[in-house]
C-alpha cells in the first residue's frame, strides 16, 4: 500500500514537472518575441515608447523629436517604412542626431495632426518641445505624409530640423 502511494505521488511529481516546464518553454517563447520598439523602421536606431518619453529625451538631449504616424494595415505607410529603413543617410541621421518615435496609435497632443489625423503622417518638434508645423511635405491636402518617393523632402526636412536648433543656440 505505502509503496503504491510513492509510486502515485512520484507520477504525479513527475506531470507537475512536465506541465510547468512546457509553460515555461511557452513563456519564454512569447517573451523571445516582442515588438520591438522600431516596428521595422530601423532596427539599429534607438526608439522612445512614448510621445511623454520622447519629448523628455528632446529637451534633455536638444535633439529634435521626429514622429512617425503610421498603421501597420496601411500600405502607404509599408511603402514608406521600407525605403525608410533602407535609406543609410536617413538611418544615420535618425540613430545620431534625433530622439525617434514611431506611433501606431494617436496622441493626446492636438499640435501633432493640425491638418488630421492620418497615416503616414511625419511631425519633428524641437527642443523647446515647439512641434514644427513648418516642416511640410509637398501635398497640400496632407501636408505632413512622404510618399516613397518623397526621401529627398523628408531627408530635407530632416536637415532643416537640425539647422534650426544649431541656429537657436
Known amino acids: ?23 515555461a518553454i511557452a513563456i519564454k ?9 522600431s516596428r521595422g523602421w530601423g532596427d539599429d536606431i534607438t526608439w ?26 496601411c500600405q502607404y505607410c509599408q511603402a514608406l517604412k521600407r525605403v525608410f529603413a533602407q535609406n543609410k543617410e536617413i538611418q544615420e ?8 518615435l514611431n506611433l501606431v496609435h494617436e496622441t493626446t497632443d492636438k499640435n501633432l495632426s493640425p491638418d488630421g489625423q492620418y497615416v503616414p503622417r511625419i511631425m519633428f518638434v524641437d527642443p523647446s518641445l515647439t512641434v514644427r508645423a513648418d516642416l511640410i511635405g509637398i501635398y497640400s491636402n ?13 531627408i ?4 532643416k530640423a537640425l539647422k534650426l536648433i544649431q541656429s537657436e543656440l
Not at 93 to 100: C, D, G, L, T, V
Not at 156 to 159: I, L, P
Open 156 to 159: 530635407g526636412n530632416m536637415k
Open 1 to 23: 500500500q505505502e509503496h503504491m502511494m510513492s509510486h502515485s505521488a512520484l507520477f504525479l511529481f513527475f506531470i507537475l514537472v512536465m506541465v510547468s516546464s512546457n509553460l
Open 93 to 100: 541621421m535618425a540613430q545620431n542626431n534625433f530622439i525617434m
Open 48 to 73: 522612445v515608447q512614448t510621445y511623454e518619453e520622447g519629448l523628455f529625451h528632446t529637451q534633455k538631449s536638444n535633439k529634435p523629436l521626429m514622429v512617425i504616424h503610421h498603421l501597420e494595415e
Open 29 to 37: 517563447k512569447e517573451k523571445r518575441l516582442p515588438q520591438t520598439l
Open 142 to 154: 496632407r501636408l505632413y505624409t512622404y510618399e516613397p518617393q518623397d526621401l529627398p523632402v523628408l
